[in-house]
């Protein structure tokens, strides 16, 4: 199966991600880059087999835009073929082979399996590093839909596509035209908020300001909590 993602403002995940998808099943990892990871991202053909994707505008995946992968998926994706759709930081937790996955999807007439964001925390709450062979899931153990209950904003996604179907405008792979969605919803490990994740969301946030963007206020609920606790209080919205 293939895989579509973009890497354009941090590629440090990349390592955990191509060894998790690997021992899920993906074989094939198409990667729209930023100029400056393509070498990165190239680096890790040796063990898996990727494609790197330059020139197609990566810097909109920040704003919800989806024409990177769109395009990718628009080259490389056969119409009646199953494929995942992730970003880099977001790992889905199999509880069965993606082929089973599918194959229930398929019988239900479905074209979309979606996946829940629980976002992970470090045990304290604070920014923590990571190494390239380490396991994110002891680092940070903590889970909370802090998407939903601190950000207010969607933390459900289309991660199995069937097809060339199409994301919403602006939407982020959280919706799809013609989206036949799956009964059973899988949980998606979000490791967003590691050791530069508050320099990356205040950059973001401006960046999405000055676009005229709505939703950048969910950027700035993310600075407000983490200044005012001095951490991810993650006791104070539902995480364990």
Request: net charge negative; hydrophobic share 40%; charged share 25%.
């Amino acid at each position: 199966m293939k895989l579509f993602t973009v890497v354009y403002n941090d590629a440090r995940l990349l390592p955990p991600f191509l060894r998790h998808y690997g021992n899920a099943g993906i074989k094939e990892f198409y990667l729209a880059t930023a100029p400056e990871y393509s070498s990165t991202a190239r680096e890790y053909a040796e063990h898996y087999e990727i494609f790197v994707i330059e020139g197609l505008d990566v810097t909109e995946s920040m704003s919800a835009g989806s024409a990177a992968v769109g395009e990718m998926r628009r080259l490389h994706q056969q119409d009646a073929e199953w494929v995942v759709i992730v970003d880099l930081d977001e790992f889905i937790e199999f509880d069965e082979t993606i082929t089973q996955v599918v194959s229930a999807a398929e019988d239900e007439g479905a074209n979309v399996v979606r996946g829940i964001m629980y976002d992970r925390f470090t045990r304290n709450g604070r920014l923590s590093d990571f190494e390239p062979n380490a396991d994110l899931s002891k680092i940070y153990p903590v889970k909370s839909r802090f998407v939903r209950d601190v950000m207010g904003g969607c933390d459900h996604k289309g991660v199995l596509v069937k097809g060339k179907i199409m994301g919403a405008p602006r939407g982020g792979h959280h919706w799809f035209a013609g989206e036949r969605v799956f009964s059973r919803t899988l949980e998606i490990s979000h490791y967003k908020w590691n050791s530069t994740s508050i320099m990356r969301v205040k950059r973001a946030h401006e960046a999405l300001v000055a676009m005229g963007i709505p939703w950048a206020i969910e950027y700035k609920r993310v600075i407000d909590h983490y200044e005012q606790h001095g951490r991810f209080a993650w006791e104070e919205f539902g995480g364990e």
